[in-house]
Structure formats: structure tokens, C-alpha cells
């Protein structure tokens, strides 16, 4: 019996949850960017802006920008540091841009297999949701 080759889509979700300590941000940040662009979104390059390292003020840059939502990507979220560093780090975005765009902005982070999704309730960053990506996650099922 063979199996049917994958899909881009396939492809970048492989990546996405491969946690190798080789992998870049970098890499991360594209191939979640990618998934954005291709993933049956209807997202175009010149429709919405799917940007990379947009400023943020006073040096900052949050990682991936698409519409109101600020995506912060790590190589890792499995250390409680780092996780706990992430968050802190997403919601200052997500309380500046509020205040810059003077509406609801919300935020999400990722290694490529955790993917948790915040907002603001008052002044404190809240989740909202979580979903762990692993090797039988459909591509649709992290774009729903």
C-alpha cells in the first residue's frame, strides 16, 4: 500500500512541529508566515499584511503582524522561562497596539506545535485558547 505524497501544506506543518534546536526563529517566523499565505486563508501578499519583524516602538518588533493580531514565535515553549518570558513579551504588543489602533488586538504564540491564542481582559493578557499541532494535525485543523 503507498500513501499519497504530501502537500506543501503537509510539508510546512512537518516543519512547523519539528522542534530541531538547529531551527532558527527565522525559519520559524516563515514557514508560520507561509502558513498564512497558503493555508486557504484567502490572504494575499497585497491583500492583508503578513509581516515580518514589524516595529512596534522603542525597539521592539513583533514577529508576525496580520491584520489585529500579533504573532510571536520561539524556537521552544516546553521551559516554563521561556514561556512565561513569551507571554510577557506578546502582551506588551498587544497592549500597544491597542492603544495605537484603538481597538481589540489579540495575540497568539508558537513554537510550530503550541499554539496559544490571547487576549485582553482589562490590562491583563488572558488565553483564550491552545492547541497542540503533532504529526496527525491536519493543516485546516491550526487554520480553523
Known amino acids: 500500500m ?4 504530501q ?9 512547523l512541529i519539528d522542534r530541531k534546536p538547529m531551527r532558527s526563529e527565522a525559519t520559524l517566523q516563515a514557514d508560520v508566515r507561509q502558513l498564512l499565505l497558503d493555508g486557504g486563508l484567502n490572504l494575499d501578499e497585497n491583500d492583508l499584511s503578513v ?9 521592539r518588533r513583533i ?3 496580520v491584520g489585529y493580531t500579533a ?13 512565561k518570558d513569551a507571554v510577557a513579551q506578546l502582551g506588551g504588543y498587544v497592549r500597544t497596539r491597542t492603544e495605537q489602533v484603538g481597538q481589540r488586538y489579540v495575540g497568539i ?36
Open 63 to 65: 514577529d508576525i503582524e
Open 51 to 59: 509581516d515580518l519583524e514589524v516595529q512596534v516602538g522603542d525597539g
Open 71 to 83: 504573532i510571536e514565535t520561539k524556537k521552544d515553549l516546553r521551559s516554563a522561562a521561556v514561556l
Open 2 to 5: 503507498t500513501t499519497a505524497p
Open 7 to 15: 502537500t506543501n501544506l503537509e510539508k510546512l506543518l512537518a516543519r
Open 109 to 144: 504564540l508558537t513554537d510550530g506545535v503550541d499554539w496559544r491564542a490571547y487576549s485582553l481582559s482589562g490590562d491583563a493578557l488572558v488565553m483564550a485558547d491552545r492547541f497542540e499541532a503533532n504529526q496527525r494535525t491536519e493543516p485546516a485543523q491550526l487554520l480553523r
